[in-house]
């Protein structure tokens, strides 16, 4: 049996991630086994750029936050080696970012995800990737706008 002080510790843990899941805009599950330290420093560089907190935690904790939240159903992606990006403002940016690395590394494969309350599988997070930025929309609009009729 765990000791009061390391329980303590993975209670904390759990509030924080559920807390976070809870305010996000969106998050991605990830598998991101077999990744090289070069690219998981790129990869770190790139979420932290983009206000994305990426991060990973043990599948049972993970888990239990998940249940916190309500996120029940992701819990069956929770397995091997699992970490998830979560974004509090931009809900395309984490899967944007990491449908970009799972492209460039074979191991490296997204899971699942969640946006505005609800879980989404690795097909949606693509599709989700696949919307273009805030800017783009707002530059493609103001540019149909101006132009002539």
């Known amino acids: 049996m765990p000791s ?3 329980l303590e510790q993975k209670q904390n843990v759990v509030a924080e991630l559920a807390e976070k899941m809870k305010n996000a805009a969106s998050g991605v599950l990830v598998k991101y086994e077999g990744i090289t330290v070069e690219d998981d420093t790129k990869l770190r560089a790139a979420l932290r750029a983009a206000g994305v907190e990426y991060s990973v935690v043990k599948n049972t904790l993970t888990g239990r936050a998940c249940d916190e939240v309500g996120f029940g159903e992701m819990k069956q992606y929770l397995s091997g080696m699992t970490a998830i990006a979560i974004s509090a403002e931009d809900a395309v940016a984490p899967a944007k970012i990491m449908k970009e ?3 460039k590394i074979e191991s490296f494969e997204i899971k699942a995800g969640f946006v505005e309350g609800a879980v989404i599988d690795a097909t ?12 783009t929309l707002l530059s493609k609009l103001l540019g149909s706008m101006i132009s002539p009729l």
Do not use: F, G, T
């Open 4 to 6: 009061q002080k390391i």
């Open 124 to 135: 949606a997070v693509n599709a989700l990737a696949e919307i273009p930025s805030r800017e």
């Open 101 to 103: 690395y799972a492209e």
